[in-house]
């Protein structure tokens, strides 16, 4: 949804801009176009690898500044503020990127085997591995309900615990096996892998995917309310942010707090409704399937400066 993106974005020359899911730089490359020449871009992403090729990508595409944050972007609002240069735009596009999901040594795959890993930071503290291994039977139905939504999440929890107390568990392969015969004949009749609500949700617990959106959004509420009292925050007034989601989970929460922005008189939203891809963009990209693209101004547009 690059076109709706940077329709949404508005961005102008010399704008400061937010990618906090820098990813491979394809958003990165065509902001930093429209901000050419004397614009700020700040990149920011958990996977240093996504991180420098989406630089070099941006670098390459434009002439304004590049400027690269290796972390989650829950932390970019404190970096924007001690370096006192708020942001014009913001993307959020959130999930993985194509290229985590088709390295199976990055083990985010059920589908090719590799190491029960799905970190989008290397260097992050714990693996699925870890999770697997040593959560207790009611923290894995847990995580398995709470951020697969699903029905079968005891079962599979279960099934992991019963199965780990034989013979540890390493591989994806081995992890998607046990999903799949804790489905039994259910597995015929699931629409998608069984093992597809499992590995998101695995994948979100690991990577804290939740909880750094969460943070995100309270800064922003923060800075809406910091930009009515007219006071200086980590966004100008007037500054438009996205947000791409990929399942429900995600997509609740912005929904929640841009709505509560709005109620606030904090946030002009252009629309209720989230935009999603065309066919043609599904066709040519079947992963943008389940994408929603929400926008927001931040500030309040209604009183006068
Ligand atoms: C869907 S890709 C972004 C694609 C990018 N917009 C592009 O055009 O190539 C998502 C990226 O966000 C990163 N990511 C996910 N959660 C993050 C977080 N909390 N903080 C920073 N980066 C995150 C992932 O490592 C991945 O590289």
Redesign the pocket.
Known sequence: M?DEVLTALEIRPGDTIL????????????MARLATPDGRLIL????PE??AY?ASRAQKAGSCRIETLH??????PRDLVASEAPADAM??????????IDTPERGFSFLADGPLDMR??PSGPITVRDLVMSSSSDELTRIIREFGEEPLAGRIAGKIVAHRQKTPIHTTAELANLVREAYGARAASSRNHPATRTFQALRIAV???LG??DG?LRQLMDAGRLIADSRPTWLNPGARVAF?T?HSLEDRRVKRAFAEMKRAGLAELPSRTPAVPTEAEIATNPRSRSAKLRVATVGDLRVPS
């Not at 990618?19 to 065509?30: E, N």
């Not at 920011?44 to 996977?47: F, K, M, R, S, Y």
């Open positions: 690059l990618d906090g899911t820098a990813g491979r730089g394809g958003h990165a490359s065509a920011c992403d958990l996977d996504n991180l989406a972390g989650s972007f829950a932390r970019a993307l959020v596009d959130l999930g993985v990127a194509s290229t985590q989008m930071d990577n804290d995917e750094a959106l995100l791409l990929f």
